[in-house]
C-alpha cells in the first residue's frame, strides 16, 4: 500500500500544477526543456512577468540547457591574465550571464552601470546571486536582466534577444550599426526556437538526457559589451565575438573559479525515488513516466513534489522512510 501514499500526494501536487502552467513543450532536439519548466515559470512568468516561451529559446541558444556551460573563450582569457571587458565574469550558466553589471556576485556591480545597463535596469531588485550555475540563481538574475529589457523595448521580442546577446547599447545608442537588431543569426534562431515551443505545448516521452557537463561555447552573450568597437560574425549555429579588453579587474570568488555542483535535498530525495520506483513498481512507474514524459519527472519532482511534501514533515518522514532514504 506504500506506492499507494507517494502517487496519491504526486496526483494532488500535478494537478495543482496542471492548472497553474501550461504543459511542458515538446523538446526542439535533446535539449532537457522540461526539466526546467517550472522554474521558468515560477521565476520567470510569475515572478519577472515574462513569456516562458521566450525564456526558454533563449536558454536554449545560449547553452542548450546545460547549467555547467561556460564560455570557454572568455574563460581562457581570464585564466590567461588577460581578462576581456567581462573580466571573471565570462559567460556561465544556462543563460550564460556575463559581465559585472549581470552577472556580478552576490549583486551587480555598479561600476560603469548608465552604459552597461538600459534605465530601466534596476539594482535594488537585482536577486542575489552566488553561484552562477545554480539553474534557479541563473533564471532569476538572468530574467531580472531580460525584464529590464522587455521594458525598454515596450515586448518587442526581436530586439530583447538582439539586446542580451549583442547589447543594448548597439540596438539602441547607434542603432544596430553591426548588427539588425530584428534580423540577424542570433534572434533568428531564438524566434525558430520561441514559435517552436509555443506550437508544441504538449508531454513527449523521450529518453532523458545525460548528466550535465560542463561544456564549451563559442558564443559569447555579450550582453552589456561596448559596441561601437565590436567586431562580430555572426551565422545561425556559430557566433564569435571580439571583446575590447578592459582595464577592470574582478577578483573571482572561489565558488566561481572552480564550480562545485552539490546534490540538494530534493535532488537527493527524488533520485532516491526514482530508483525506488523503478525497482518495486516498475510497471506503474512506466506508466507515470508515460504521461509526465521522462524527462519531466526529476524537474516535476524536485520542483512541485518534494517541495509540497516537505511542508508536511511527518508526510516527508513517512515517504523518505518506505523509500529507503535514510
Known amino acids: 500500500m506504500s506506492y499507494k501514499f507517494i502517487f496519491g500526494f504526486f496526483l494532488v501536487a500535478l494537478i495543482s500544477l496542471s492548472f497553474s502552467y501550461d504543459q511542458c513543450p515538446k523538446a526542439y532536439g535533446s535539449e532537457p526543456i522540461c526539466t526546467y519548466w517550472v522554474q521558468i515559470n515560477q521565476i520567470c512568468k510569475d515572478g519577472w512577468g515574462l513569456d516562458p516561451y521566450f525564456v526558454s529559446a533563449i536558454a536554449h541558444k545560449e547553452s ?12 581562457l582569457a581570464y585564466d590567461s591574465g588577460t581578462p576581456q571587458w567581462c573580466g571573471s565574469y565570462y559567460g556561465k550558466g544556462i ?6 553589471g549581470v552577472a556580478g556576485v552576490p549583486y551587480p556591480s555598479p561600476k560603469n552601470w548608465k552604459y552597461d545597463m538600459p534605465a530601466e535596469a534596476d539594482p535594488a531588485k537585482a536577486p542575489y546571486m552566488d553561484n552562477a550555475f545554480d539553474p534557479a540563481q541563473s533564471f532569476n ?6 525584464k529590464a529589457l522587455s521594458d525598454h523595448y515596450s515586448g518587442d ?29 542570433y534572434v533568428q534562431t531564438v524566434m525558430k526556437y520561441y514559435n517552436y515551443y509555443k506550437a508544441n505545448s504538449v508531454p513527449e516521452v523521450i529518453t532523458p538526457p545525460p548528466a550535465p557537463t560542463e561544456t564549451t561555447t563559442t558564443q559569447p552573450p555579450a ?16 557566433t564569435t565575438t571580439t571583446e575590447p579588453s578592459s582595464t577592470q579587474t574582478t577578483t573571482l570568488p572561489a565558488e566561481e573559479t572552480n564550480p562545485v555542483v552539490t546534490d540538494t535535498p530534493n535532488k537527493i530525495f527524488c533520485d532516491k525515488l526514482k530508483e525506488y520506483l523503478e525497482t518495486k513498481y516498475d510497471k506503474f512507474f512506466k506508466k507515470l513516466y508515460g504521461f509526465l514524459g521522462k524527462d519531466c519527472f526529476s524537474g516535476y519532482c524536485e520542483n512541485i513534489y518534494y517541495p509540497l511534501l516537505s511542508m508536511n514533515k511527518k508526510q516527508l518522514k513517512k515517504v523518505s522512510k518506505i523509500i529507503g532514504l535514510n
Do not use: H, M
Open 157 to 185: 521580442l526581436n530586439k530583447v534577444a538582439s539586446a542580451y546577446r549583442y547589447g543594448w547599447q548597439d540596438v539602441d545608442q547607434i542603432d544596430g550599426l553591426y548588427v539588425d537588431p530584428n534580423n540577424n543569426g
Open 64 to 75: 542548450d540547457f546545460n547549467p555547467l556551460c561556460v564560455n570557454e573563450e572568455e574563460k
Open 223 to 238: 550582453q552589456q559589451e561596448p559596441a561601437p568597437t565590436q567586431t562580430t560574425t555572426t551565422t545561425e549555429t556559430t
Open 141 to 146: 538574475r538572468g530574467c531580472w536582466f531580460l
Open 95 to 100: 543563460l550564460q550571464l556575463t559581465g559585472p
